[in-house]
């Protein structure tokens, strides 16, 4: 039988490339009442991090596509999500390399699946019921232009801009990746993720509509520029 705690509705996603392990990590988790998420590649581990944002995260430091002390350094850029690392590597200077990517805890293998266990719901009991990603500051300053994350609200020169719900994420993910070009396809995944069901000029019809809001002249942006060939990029 499965005792529901408090820590029934946490998600955990499990990046481990060793089948075997993996199957009861998994297995140990959900007996555990956990949600579980499971990868075997860094690459992978990463697109889930982002889109399904899990609670806590065990990461294997061997692994095919990005290993998982890129991963750690990596989702450090952008949140907070407690991390406990598995390694077979015991030696202390891998130990300090992996706190050093930002891992939360580190777990060298072989490892018994109670002490697993009972540091990942310390971890959790730590980071609270829920721990959010820290997507970075509340309120983001691009030009005379303020982005409010919490309000969702986009003023200028005391005025708020009436962008629908889409037009300000899109802008959000602009102001926080200033000077940077993405593609269509790279906005697609990071603006809208599972929710995309339209087409591909989808991006291009909201960049226009957001033109439209925060360009003095649309048709000749100087902020949200096109780059021919390659996506677009936003003017810091
Ligand atoms: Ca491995």
Same mark, same amino acid.
């Given at each position: ?8 509705? %946490?998600?955990?996603? !499990? ?19 956990? %949600? !579980? ?16 944002? &899990? ?34 590597? @015991? ?5 300090? %390399?992996?706190?050093?990517? @930002? ?6 293998? &072989? ?10 719901? %310390? ?30 609200? !986009? ?5 708020? $801009? ?15 990746? /200033? ?20 087409? /591909? ?8 509509? $957001? ?26």
């Amino acid at each position: 039988m499965v005792v529901t705690t408090a820590a029934a509705q %946490a998600k955990v996603l !499990v990046v481990e490339d060793e089948e075997t392990l993996l199957f009861t990590l998994a297995h140990n988790l959900r007996r555990e009442g956990y %949600a !579980v998420l499971t990868a075997s590649r860094g690459d992978d581990a990463l697109k889930l991090a982002r889109e399904k944002l &899990p609670d806590l995260i065990v990461l294997d430091v061997m692994l095919p596509g990005v290993d998982g002390m890129q991963v750690c350094r990596l989702l450090r850029r952008d949140t907070t999500v407690p991390i406990i690392m598995l390694t077979a590597l @015991g030696g202390e200077g891998d130990r300090v %390399a992996g706190l050093d990517t @930002g891992a939360d805890d580190y777990v060298p293998k &072989p490892f018994g699946m109670r002490e697993l266990m009972a540091r990942i719901r %310390a971890l959790l009991r730590r980071s609270g019921p829920r721990a959010l990603p820290d997507a970075g500051p509340t309120l983001i300053l691009s030009g005379d232009m303020e982005v409010d994350r919490e309000r969702r609200e !986009v003023r200028r020169g005391g005025k708020i $801009l009436k962008l629908k719900p889409k037009e300000f994420e899109l802008l959000l993910f602009f102001v926080q990746h /200033p000077g940077r070009v993405f593609s269509r396809e790279q906005i697609l995944d990071e603006v809208w993720g599972y929710d995309f069901y339209g087409g /591909p000029r989808t991006v291009d019809v909201h960049i226009r509509w $957001l033109r439209q809001k925060i360009e003095e002249d649309p048709a000749l942006p100087v902020r949200l520029r096109t780059v021919r060939g390659s996506g677009y990029l936003f003017e810091g």
